[in-house]
């Protein structure tokens, strides 16, 4: 039963693994470009100008109420005549194909986004007015203040809220097996296609996703406490 | 922007509301009946009932939905005990498996919120209600239900629009709902931003009917107050 997962060219072992790296890699990328849009459009729902706000608004609303196999297909169909688009305005006149890696990133990393636009406006509203106040009253502004005051604050209140958004990311990425990128969901498939056992890869296919999630909840888990330092004291609560 | 497009596939695309909105009520439907079990069996306190319900849930919340759907509707099909069991007719239809597939993935998410709403129940109801002589059958049904039903209410609304969102899945098992229209009439017309406003509009729409729903049922529930 298990010499189908032998290494080599046998077996789809190795195939499996790299199908789990790619997810991994995707995932993770996804999500550090979710949190760079996150940062922003957390920036413009707390703005005082109304038209950010609109914006904003309009775009965690789409994606919380459309399904994300919806922006996958626009971004899949659509993403390679869009920056062919913007390429021509700047005066480059070729054919630009986006790959799978690509568009699965910027598909998954804008769900993600909305996600994180929320927990990061939840985090920096957690933050205390006066730290605020302190900051100003000290001379600092702009980076000072927002970068060496709020940030690390901000980025331990968010870090739990970061944690659930890396596993609502990391499923997603499932969905970009659809567009043809070669990660765990596509590799049990084709695996599955070619052995005509799809009952014991897609239950690898789980173990592996199980595996990932547990791994990085240990990691999380480290990061809270770390980034904790001073403000829990373990037995208390 | 190519608007005639837009027109025609609208009336295209609607033909798949009723698939999805049967799929999504009738797995919400037996979801929620799961979800109570799996939530009773947590905080039951006895191993042998929350642990099964422990890793039922962890393991659900684990995967990824697509990944659930394929091992029901491809993985299951491998044996030939079930091909031959009374259950084949079902499991060969992919309307079913995504009922199935659905019902499994709620019923775990939905048990959560259930389980945090009865937990949020004041001891100060149950023993008010133990002292005026009802039993534990009675105070469940006539004092924890109800309220658990307010206080889970605003987070089962959001499991309702999820579920729209998951439905969409399963038009890659071939069901043919708004998803499985649009991408469809994408892949013939080669306009994805035109088809996406499209269906994109018709989901906002659902959600925001359920959004509208939640509201009203949440209003009309009063708010509880715990002490």
Same mark, same amino acid.
């Given at each position: 039963?298990?010499?189908?997962?032998?290494?080599?060219?046998?077996?789809? *072992?190795?195939?499996?693994?790299?199908?789990?790296?790619?997810?991994?890699?995707?995932?993770?990328?996804?999500?550090?470009?979710?949190?760079?849009?996150?940062?922003?459009?957390?920036?413009?729902?707390?703005?005082?100008?109304?038209?950010?706000?609109?914006?904003? #608004?309009?775009?965690?609303?789409?994606?919380?109420?459309?399904?994300?196999?919806?922006?996958? &297909?626009?971004?899949?169909?659509?993403?390679?005549?869009?920056?062919?688009?913007?390429?021509?305005?700047?005066?480059?006149?070729? &054919?630009?194909?986006?790959?799978?890696?690509?568009?699965?990133?910027?598909?998954?990393?804008?769900?993600? *986004?909305?996600?994180?636009?929320?927990?990061?406006?939840?985090?920096?509203?957690?933050?205390?007015?006066?730290?605020?106040?302190?900051?100003?009253?000290?001379?600092?502004?702009? &980076?000072?203040?927002?970068?060496?005051?709020?940030?690390?604050?901000?980025?331990?209140?968010?870090?739990?809220?970061?944690?659930?958004?890396?596993?609502?990311?990391?499923?997603?990425?499932?969905?970009?097996?659809?567009?043809?990128?070669?990660?765990?969901?596509?590799?049990?498939?084709?695996?599955?296609?070619?052995?005509?056992?799809?009952?014991?890869?897609?239950?690898?296919?789980?173990?592996? &996703?199980?595996?990932?999630?547990?791994?990085? #909840?240990?990691?999380?888990?480290?990061?809270?406490?770390?980034?904790?330092?001073?403000?829990?004291?373990?037995?208390?609560? | 922007? =190519?608007?005639?497009?837009?027109? %025609?596939?609208?009336?295209?695309?609607?033909? /798949?509301?009723?698939?999805?909105?049967?799929?999504?009520?009738?797995?919400?439907?037996? /979801?929620?009946?799961?979800?109570?079990?799996?939530?009773?069996?947590?905080?039951?306190? !006895? !191993?042998?009932?929350?642990?099964?319900?422990?890793?039922?849930?962890?393991?659900?919340?684990?995967?990824?939905?697509?990944?659930?759907?394929?091992?029901?509707?491809?993985?299951? /099909?491998?044996?030939?005990?079930? =091909?031959?069991?009374?259950?084949?007719?079902?499991?060969?239809?992919?309307?079913?498996?995504?009922?199935?597939?659905?019902?499994?993935?709620?019923?775990?998410?939905?048990? %959560?919120?259930?389980?945090?709403?009865?937990?949020?129940?004041? !001891?100060?109801?149950?023993?008010?209600?133990?002292?005026?002589?009802?039993?534990?059958?009675?105070?469940?049904?006539?004092?924890?239900?109800?309220?658990?039903?307010?206080?889970?209410?605003?987070?089962? /609304?959001?499991?309702?629009?999820?579920?729209?969102?998951?439905?969409?899945?399963?038009?890659?098992?071939?069901?043919? %709902?708004?998803?499985?229209?649009?991408?469809?009439?994408?892949?013939?017309?080669?306009?994805?931003? %035109?088809?996406?406003?499209?269906?994109?509009?018709?989901?906002?729409?659902?959600?925001?009917?359920?959004?509208?729903?939640?509201?009203?049922?949440?209003?009309?529930?009063?708010?509880? !107050?715990?002490?």
């Amino acid at each position: 039963m298990f010499e189908v997962f032998s290494f080599g060219a046998s077996g789809w *072992g190795d195939e499996m693994l790299m199908g789990t790296l790619m997810t991994v890699l995707v995932s993770a990328s996804s999500l550090f470009l979710g949190i760079l849009i996150g940062i922003i459009f957390a920036a413009c729902k707390l703005s005082n100008i109304f038209i950010l706000r609109i914006i904003a #608004n309009t775009y965690t609303t789409i994606i919380r109420g459309i399904p994300e196999l919806l922006v996958i &297909y626009l971004l899949f169909f659509g993403g390679s005549g869009a920056v062919m688009y913007i390429a021509k305005i700047f005066g480059y006149d070729g &054919y630009i194909e986006l790959n799978a890696f690509t568009i699965g990133t910027i598909a998954v990393g804008a769900i993600s *986004g909305a996600y994180s636009t929320e927990v990061i406006r939840g985090a920096v509203n957690s933050v205390h007015k006066g730290q605020f106040e302190a900051g100003k009253t000290l001379g600092l502004n702009g &980076y000072g203040l927002y970068g060496k005051v709020i940030f690390p604050q901000v980025a331990r209140i968010a870090l739990p809220g970061i944690g659930n958004v890396w596993q609502i990311t990391l499923k997603d990425t499932a969905l970009i097996s659809v567009t043809g990128l070669v990660e765990i969901m596509r590799q049990s498939r084709i695996a599955a296609g070619s052995t005509h056992e799809p009952f014991i890869f897609y239950t690898a296919a789980i173990i592996l &996703y199980l595996v990932i999630t547990r791994l990085s #909840n240990i990691l999380f888990d480290k990061a809270e406490n770390t980034y904790s330092k001073g403000f829990v004291s373990k037995g208390v609560l | 922007m =190519r608007f005639e497009l837009m027109y %025609e596939s609208f009336f295209k695309i609607i033909e /798949g509301i009723p698939l999805t909105l049967q799929v999504v009520s009738i797995s919400t439907v037996l /979801g929620l009946a799961l979800a109570i079990i799996v939530a009773l069996m947590r905080i039951s306190g !006895k !191993k042998s009932m929350s642990i099964p319900a422990y890793y039922f849930v962890y393991l659900i919340r684990g995967t990824p939905l697509l990944l659930q759907l394929y091992f029901v509707y491809y993985g299951l /099909g491998q044996f030939s005990f079930i =091909r031959e069991s009374i259950l084949w007719p079902i499991l060969k239809e992919p309307y079913w498996c995504g009922i199935i597939t659905l019902t499994i993935s709620t019923g775990a998410y939905s048990s %959560e919120i259930i389980r945090g709403g009865i937990l949020s129940v004041s !001891k100060n109801f149950i023993e008010a209600s133990g002292a005026l002589g009802l039993n534990k059958i009675k105070t469940f049904l006539l004092i924890t239900l109800p309220i658990t039903v307010r206080q889970a209410l605003p987070a089962y /609304g959001n499991e309702l629009i999820l579920m729209v969102k998951a439905s969409s899945l399963i038009s890659i098992i071939t069901l043919m %709902e708004i998803t499985g229209i649009a991408r469809t009439i994408i892949s013939k017309t080669y306009a994805p931003v %035109e088809i996406f406003l499209v269906a994109g509009s018709i989901y906002l729409i659902i959600n925001f009917i359920i959004v509208l729903a939640v509201g009203l049922a949440e209003r009309k529930l009063g708010t509880v !107050k715990a002490n």
